[in-house]
């Protein structure tokens, strides 16, 4: 059994040899012609490209080739710029500055606009005559309902000539009185002690409305504090001609309380709290009512004041007049003559 198995086994052996050769016969040939696969370490030299050393040289190498074409391409540059590039990249720039400042400039101007376009007040003064006559007559009429917001009307046209009538009577109240009128200085007190108390006082009551959480805007304050001036004008109009100081009490407690009482009654139905009312509306009564007292009473003193301080005293220039000589000094004098005529 195993003598036949044997020769069989090496039969398909032998069978198989010739395949054999093909397919081994080219790793035999790499590993005859590579060399051996074990590495003699006695003989492997320091220097070799393996070490850190051989690292360092090529890396080395490789930074100053680095180096030379960053100045072979500077040259470049260089020569490029000799050949016009410079012109070119100047021209370049001055085209991007050019742009810039140009968008710039359009910013600038946008904004400008913006704040100076006439179109924005527009809004504020777009008001027909009719209107502005009625919310006149409603300023001296207070209103009764306060438990819900009363409308305030957001415009400035009214407000604005209200003022400038203020202007006007003071104006007409200072010649009326005899003042004197130096270098337009009248003209100019007046317009800023009008206007001064319009913004300001708005101002004022606005940051108290704002402390007191009422419900108003700086320009709804402006134009309820502007359309209130139109008591003071009635008042100041009426007692500049008929000079009265009864005439201008009544005045001034039913005009000028009429028109307070408008403002206040207003306020009210805006601000929530009692004590939010009180300081709010107090305040608006105490300025308004005083400040016309000031305007009736006080201003044409202060003036004039003004006036006196900032060019003097209107005092008459120097003049020789005669005068008498006393008789006691007469008599002195002929007596001085008696005795000089004894002497001699």
């Known amino acids: 059994m195993s003598g036949p198995g044997v020769p069989t086994a090496a039969g398909a052996g032998g069978a198989r040899s010739p395949g054999a050769a093909p397919e081994w016969g080219a790793f035999e040939d790499n590993m005859q012609g590579g060399g051996s696969a074990v590495i003699d370490m006695e003989n492997m030299d320091d220097t070799s490209g393996s070490s850190f050393e051989d690292m360092g040289e090529i890396h080395q190498r490789m930074k100053e080739e680095e180096e030379v074409d960053a100045e072979a391409a500077a040259a470049d540059e260089e020569d490029g710029e000799f050949l016009g590039m410079k012109g070119f990249k100047g021209q370049l720039g001055r085209q991007v500055a050019d742009q810039m400042w140009q968008a710039g400039k359009r910013q600038a101007s946008k904004a400008f606009n913006l704040y100076a376009n006439i179109d924005i007040l527009r809004p504020y003064f777009d008001v027909e005559p009719n209107q502005v006559r009625n919310r006149l007559l409603e300023s001296m009429i207070p209103v009764k309902m306060i438990n819900f917001p009363q409308k305030i009307a957001g415009e400035l046209y009214g407000p604005l000539m ?47 409305a704002y402390l007191c959480n009422a419900q108003i805007t700086m320009v709804q304050m402006l134009s309820l504090l502007g359309y209130g001036l139109f008591g003071h004008c009635i008042t100041l109009f009426v007692t500049y ?11 001034w407690l039913v005009i000028g309380g009429l028109s307070t009482l408008r403002m206040v009654a207003v306020l009210v139905s805006r601000t929530v709290g009692h004590t939010q009312r ?39 220039p120097f003049q020789r007049v005669p005068r008498d000589i006393p008789a006691v ?12 005529g004894l002497n001699l």
């Open 278 to 316: 009180l300081i709010l509306c107090g305040a608006l009564a105490a300025l308004h009512m005083l400040f016309l007292l000031y305007l009736h009473f006080a201003y044409h003193k202060v003036v004039e004041g003004i006036l006196d301080t900032l060019e003097g005293p209107n005092i008459p």
């Open 162 to 208: 209200l003022v400038f009538t203020l202007v006007a009577i003071l104006l007409h109240g200072m010649k009326t009185s005899d003042t004197i009128i130096r270098e337009g200085t009248l003209m100019g007190t007046a317009i800023g002690t009008c206007f001064g108390y319009w913004i300001g006082v708005s101002s004022f009551i606005y940051f108290l």
């Open 329 to 340: 000094s007469s008599v002195v004098l002929n007596m001085t003559t008696k005795a000089v």
């Open 241 to 251: 001609n008929i000079h009265f100081h009864s005439l201008f009490y009544i005045f």
